[in-house]
Nanobody, 115 residues
């Protein structure tokens, strides 16, 4: 059974930081690219950051220089470090995996940034 479990969300002030984690099970984690998405109320889900199996990263323009994605293959976990948070970063953050052609999503973790 595939599970992606996010954690680390919460309420933080403008300019604050959070570290999100996504623990995976039931997939070949080390060979999969992993991605973080977010969805704000009334908006479409958008890609925030991705990391390949080899550690190559990419970011949405809106978070470049503020967010950092990383992975620990020994722990089957992908992380998203959120720094210099802004109110417009408020959203539910999801991790996503494409494992052998099947797409899996976690349940999401809420990030709320107060102004």
């Amino acid at each position: 059974q595939v599970q992606l479990v996010e954690s680390g969300g919460g309420l933080v002030q403008n300019g604050g930081s959070l570290r999100l984690s996504c623990a995976a099970s039931g997939i070949f984690f080390s060979i999969n690219a992993m991605n973080w998405y977010r969805q704000a109320p009334g908006k479409e889900r958008e890609l925030v950051a991705g990391i390949t199996s080899g550690g190559i990263t990419r970011y949405a323009d809106s978070v470049k220089g503020r967010f950092t994605i990383s992975r620990d293959n020994a722990k089957n976990t992908v992380y998203l470090q959120l720094n210099s948070l802004k109110p417009e970063d408020t959203a539910v953050y999801y991790c996503r995996s494409n494992d052998r052609g099947s797409v899996y999503w976690g349940q999401g973790t809420q990030v709320t940034v107060s102004s």
